[in-house]
């Protein structure tokens, strides 16, 4: 009931196009749902998250949708660039507990070519 | 504001001898989280901790893995008697009392050999 599962496990998107990361959660106990960005030897990095009151947000050329009745939510990555290219998780935890105990999918390895 | 910092950043170990993973906290952060990331998947939750207090380590396996964040100093993530399997890494992340947002350091990369 803990999972978080993300799909797909690697992309390959040109640039100036899309990229879309899926994920979906069990527990409906979480209630903040954040994206980390990590590239190779760094640590994760936090890019966006979102709470379940909303059911999208946006912030630059990414953005989060969420789907509460489906316990689903994905990341876009508008106007992909090659510097987007890394490794992507969701997360999810609980604001009541402490935000900061997170279960992660297990990540998407973005590459954006040329 | 210096981020998390690790250290050491790559660690060998032989099997049997002991592992300590040392991270500091960002200025002002007092909650420390530890993560195992192993190859090719996702980061995994092992314990959270305040300054002197284990919170949650329902993720630490029971045996030969400790950690604690004393009132000084940085906190420490203890494997004694390693094993092979131990071989990922590791990441501390920290955040200041209520904050939903946990700032990783850059990991240290534990090798058993």
């Known amino acids: 009931q803990q999972q978080v599962k993300q799909s797909p496990q690697s992309l390959i998107v040109q640039k100036g196009g899309i990229s879309i990361i899926n994920c979906a959660y069990e527990?409906?106990?979480?209630?903040?749902f954040p994206w980390y960005q990590q590239f190779p030897g760094k640590g994760p990095a936090l890019l966006i998250a979102i709470r379940p009151d909303v059911s999208e947000k946006k912030e630059g050329r990414f953005t989060i949708s969420f789907n509460k009745s489906a316990k689903q939510f994905s990341l876009h990555i508008m106007d992909s660039q090659p510097g987007d290219s890394a490794t992507y998780f969701c997360?999810?935890?609980?604001?009541?507990?402490?935000?900061?105990?997170?279960?992660f999918g297990t990540g998407t390895r973005l590459q954006v070519t040329l | 504001n210096a981020g998390v910092m690790q250290n050491p950043r790559h660690l060998v170990r032989r099997r049997g001898q002991e592992a300590r993973l040392r991270c500091s906290p960002m200025?002002?952060?007092?909650?420390v989280y530890w993560y195992r990331q192993l190859p090719e998947e996702g980061l995994k939750f092992m314990v959270y901790l305040q300054k002197e207090n284990i919170i949650d380590e329902s993720g630490m396996p029971k045996e030969r893995f400790s950690a604690e964040f004393p009132k000084e100093g940085p906190s420490i993530l203890r494997i004694q008697q390693v094993v092979r399997g131990d071989s990922a890494a590791y990441f501390c992340?920290?955040?200041?009392?209520?904050?939903?947002?946990?700032?990783f350091g850059q990991g240290t990369r534990l090798t058993v050999v």
């Open positions: 200025k002002g952060h007092s909650h």
């Open positions: 992340a920290s955040s200041p009392k209520g904050g939903t947002e946990a700032f």
């Open positions: 997360a999810a935890s609980m604001l009541a507990g402490t935000a900061s105990k997170l279960t």
């Open positions: 527990n409906t106990a979480f209630d903040y």
